[in-house]
């Protein structure tokens, strides 16, 4: 007589919890917490410390710190809760977001003083008036605003022309050629000559022609453009190269020659980084004052010809003022904390409007 098998034991069903996708991490505000946390313990300490010390709170030190005990102890916690590979990502964010506060303070540091030094004369007689006769309190840098504009506008058009034109040949026309090759080191070369260097040069120059002692300011604007062209050379060079070659190849096998390719697709591809890189090259020369004390000199008259005697510009009118104070000096101090803040300004609308010009010119990609 067989028997029928037991049946087989029947299991529970195993009810596992659900998994959170937050399991394992910290909360979005823990960095905030833990942040704001050192910098309050910390405080609390270097305060006790700052009662006893004749030297008072050390602010610096209490910065330090607290962003060192931060980053120890994020990573600390991190790998406990998360593991070590997020524990290390934290790290290393937490170190550049202090590499990138460390190098936001003095341009802030820079900014603010420029500002609440130079908005004392930052009125309209300041824009409306000249120097001339002016002795003490008083005056304006109308004379150096205009010659700043003047200079810089000259020189711009000297080196923009001859600086696109330069890397439009080292990209297109001389690759792998000598020439290209010494023009890309003679241009590497001028990048980094002193200022004072293309002072020299452009006296020299137009003492040859016009005798010693020659001071104008179209002398001045050739001594800024031997600085300005090396920097448009090479940012525009950087930026006909990121140009695909596919558009180049496209234009070509319609039939297009090359010089109607290079005007027509790729100056358009790139004309927003070549705007820029004429802007950086603007920045670069607009505050230079050594090339501009010995070419163009310094007078407390309007001049409007690049071509005839001396011109003020902003720098040197900030020097003039620090160096030769009169009484009182603090009116000669505000006068120069003024003429950087102009400077400053001048620089910023320069900028936008380089963004605007680069935003309409832009090739449009869309339908």
């Not at 399991?23 to 050192?38: E, F, I, N």
């Not at 030190?61 to 997020?86: D, K, N, Q």
């Not at 040197?316 to 120069?336: L, N, T």
Request: charged residues 10%.
């Amino acid at each position: 007589m067989t028997t029928a098998p037991a049946p087989a034991p029947t299991r529970a069903p195993v009810v596992r919890a659900p998994q959170r996708l937050t399991a394992g991490h910290l909360p979005s505000w823990s960095p905030w917490a833990l942040l704001v946390g050192t910098l309050a313990l910390s405080g609390a300490i270097f305060g006790v410390l700052g009662l006893a010390s004749p030297d008072g709170f050390n602010v610096a030190a209490w910065i330090v710190t607290a962003v060192l005990a931060y980053l120890l102890l994020i990573y600390v916690i991190s790998r406990v809760v998360e593991g070590a590979r997020r524990a290390l990502d934290r790290l290393i964010t937490g170190i550049v977001t202090c590499a990138f506060a460390i190098a936001m303070v003095p341009l802030v540091s820079v900014a603010w003083t420029v500002v609440s030094n130079g908005i004392a004369r930052f009125d309209a007689e300041f824009f409306s008036w000249t120097m001339r006769g002016v002795l003490g309190e008083g005056g304006g840098a109308l004379h150096a605003i205009i010659g700043t504009v003047s200079i810089t506008l000259t020189a711009t058009i000297i080196s923009v022309p001859i600086g696109l034109m330069t890397a439009i040949y080292l990209i297109e026309y001389g690759q792998g050629k000598r020439l290209a090759r010494a023009i890309t080191f003679l241009v590497d070369v001028m990048t980094g000559i002193p200022s004072i260097v293309a002072g020299l040069f452009a006296y020299a120059l137009f003492a040859l022609i016009f005798g010693p002692g020659v001071r104008m300011g179209f002398a001045g604007a050739i001594a800024l453009s031997v600085l300005m062209i090396p920097v448009v050379v090479r940012s525009s060079e950087e930026m006909l190269r990121l140009v695909p070659n596919e558009l180049r190849e496209a234009s070509y096998a319609l039939g297009v020659p090359k010089w109607l390719t290079v005007v027509k697709v790729v100056l358009p591809t790139s004309i927003a980084g070549i705007t820029t890189g004429v802007m950086l090259a603007i920045a670069r020369v607009i505050g230079e004052t050594a090339p501009l004390l010995i070419t163009a000199g310094f007078t407390d008259a309007m001049n409007y010809n690049l071509a005839d005697g001396r011109m003020q510009t902003l720098p040197v009118f900030i020097y003039s003022q620090y160096a030769y104070k009169g009484i009182p000096p603090e009116a000669y101090v505000d006068r120069a904390w003024a003429a950087a803040l102009t400077l400053i300004l001048i620089v910023m609308v320069l900028n936008l409007i380089a963004r605007i010009v680069a935003k309409v010119f832009a090739p449009k990609f869309g339908r």
